[in-house]
């Protein structure tokens, strides 16, 4: 079997539906279920023999270190995190917190659990870490895209938060042996999207008539991955990857958000006609921009197609139009995470971002 942290959030829980629907092999998924993580992303396997939810925190030693003796993974797939970079802006503790020290705390179990395997399971069992493309910083509009080797540059909480736990990923291979992948993937979009990021944002807002809060100029420029394609390049990492190796990830799909915001108006203009007749467009509103806000991102994604042949499956004009759909038939699941907590957020993040 394999153990699966922040498997209730956005990715992880595309990556436990999938896993369950390919793959005969038991998964345990470790959650502390905070803000992010739903367990309604995950309905659709209730009482399945394949997948044992677990709710918990990664930096609980005695929890992730019980876990890992009861059920004995060949693999760890590590998505927990705080995800989120504005919230990170607002309050960077909860990203020391989870992203640094509960990775530190996951690594050393997994130390000590993987010291402790007969010589044949040490051999097969991985530890893969689901990292981002915002370790390596901000690009200038012409430079070439983010390769494995560029430098470590990163420029918010989040990200150096993130970047600190890849430098921890890699010291365990180096120092202690502990067989390491990790991925760097660029942003992601689909269905479970938490609507605090920019794509379910957009969608949510525009449905409920509310102004589409687009930050700065809008020519921030990220590259867009459906997140079953995420899900693919880490399923092939773990059965392929080569140890102590990171693999950038991404869809060659270079986007401006405000390319990005106009183009859901117009899929949902065609899907969902506004009741007043007016195009979503005109809810779009220029907001004070994000501080210390990274103007591109990119990834060159040539080493995981040349060592692993993984490729991603979607284009973003499918991919979107799937997002959309998937939003406007699970008004359910977007009203049940649309909490009080969630209303707070709003109001503290866009408050005093003066149109
Ligand atoms: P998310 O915020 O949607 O989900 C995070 C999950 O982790 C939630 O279910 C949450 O409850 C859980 N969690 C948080 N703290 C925990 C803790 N201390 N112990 C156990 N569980 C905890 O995040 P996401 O967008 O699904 O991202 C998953 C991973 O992928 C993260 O590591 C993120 O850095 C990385 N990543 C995300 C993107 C993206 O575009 N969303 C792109 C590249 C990499
Ligand atoms: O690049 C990978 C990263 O992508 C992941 O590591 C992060 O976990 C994930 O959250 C995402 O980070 P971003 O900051 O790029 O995503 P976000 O959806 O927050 O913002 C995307 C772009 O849209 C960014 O340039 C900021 C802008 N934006 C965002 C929000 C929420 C707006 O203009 N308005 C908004 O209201």
Redesign the pocket.
Known sequence: MILITGGAGFIGGNFVLDWVGLNNEPVVNLDKLTYAGNLQTLQSLQGHPLHHFVQGDIADRSLVSALLAEHRPRAIVHFAAE????RSIHGPGEFIQTNIIGTYNLLECARAYWSSLPSSEQAAFRFLHVS???VYGSLAPGDPAFSESNAYEPNSP?SAS?AASDHLVRAWHHTYGLPVLTTN????YGPFHFP????P?MIVNALAGKPL???GD?Q?V?DWLYVKDHCSAIRRVLEAGRLGETYNVGGWNEQT?LDIVTRICALLDELSPSADGKPYASLITHVAD?PG??RR?AIDARKIQRELGWLPAETFKTGLRKTVAWYLDNTDWVRNVQSGSYRDWVQKNYAERQA
Not at 196 to 199: N, V
């Open positions: 995800s989120h970079v504005d981002t493309d915002e989040y993130k993937c660029s942003n992601n605090e990021k920019l794509i944002l809060p687009v930050y809008g921030q990220r958000n994000r806000h990274d991102y």
